[in-house]
Each structure stands twice: as structure tokens, then as C-alpha cells.
């Protein structure tokens, strides 16, 4: 009697591995797009809030007579250092609660596209004339 011994793999048991291993770099593929764009996004806010601090830096040091300090709108200021254009602008407005302190109140505001879409961060600080 002779006896047949198999070793090996079939064809259809590769076929499936490579599928599902298709499957699984696709998969790959794809988290790494996504990881890609929050990341870029994540950057894009990052830089936003750095102008931000840097405007804010700016007014904390300002003169009390500085245009920059006047009651009103100022802006938008194009800033163009980054790969992106981010625009900002400010508005000074006077406190109206009764605290007997002299206190302007500024909404400093950086508004920026990518793919289409505006996107923008707003902070509100508050400084004492």
C-alpha cells in the first residue's frame, strides 16, 4: 500500500492569507491618511494660538496710547511667515461692568483656510488701562 503524505499549503489557503494580508496594509494605509490630517490640523491650530500669544504679548507691553489699543476694530493682519496665510484681528472694546477700574477688553480672532474650508480660534484677554 502506498501512502500519500501532504505538506504544503493549497493554493486557496495562500490565496486567503494574501487577501487578508491586503486587507490589513490597506487598513494601514488608510490610518496613516487620517493620522497625517490631524496632524497637519493639529499644526495648523498650534500656529494659530501662537500668533494669538505673540498679539496678546504685543498689547501686554503697548503703551496705553498705542493705536493698536483703540476702542474699535483692527485687522485683519495677513500673516504669511508659515505655509499657510493666517489673517488677524482684534477688537478693543471698553469693560462695562462697574469695578471702578479702567479695563479694555480685546477678542483677538486668527482665521486661516485649508482644502476649502475656514477654519478659525478666538480669545478673549482682558487688560487694565
Request: no cysteine.
Amino acid at each position: 500500500m502506498i501512502h500519500k503524505t501532504e505538506s504544503g499549503f493549497t493554493l486557496l489557503e495562500v490565496l486567503f492569507a494574501v487577501a487578508l494580508l491586503a486587507m490589513g496594509l490597506l487598513g494601514l494605509g488608510l490610518m496613516q491618511g487620517h493620522f497625517a490630517e490631524g496632524n497637519a490640523r493639529s499644526r495648523q491650530i498650534t500656529r494659530a494660538t501662537d500668533i494669538v500669544a505673540d498679539k496678546i504679548e504685543e498689547l501686554s507691553n503697548a503703551d496705553a496710547s498705542d493705536g493698536d489699543l483703540n476702542i474699535g476694530n483692527h485687522g485683519p493682519v495677513t500673516i504669511t511667515e508659515y505655509s499657510l496665510d493666517y489673517d488677524l484681528s482684534w477688537t478693543v472694546t471698553e469693560d462695562d461692568t462697574e469695578t471702578g477700574e479702567d479695563i479694555l477688553v480685546i477678542d483677538i480672532e486668527v482665521d486661516w483656510t485649508t482644502g476649502g474650508q475656514p477654519h478659525n480660534i478666538t480669545f478673549q484677554w482682558a487688560r487694565s488701562t
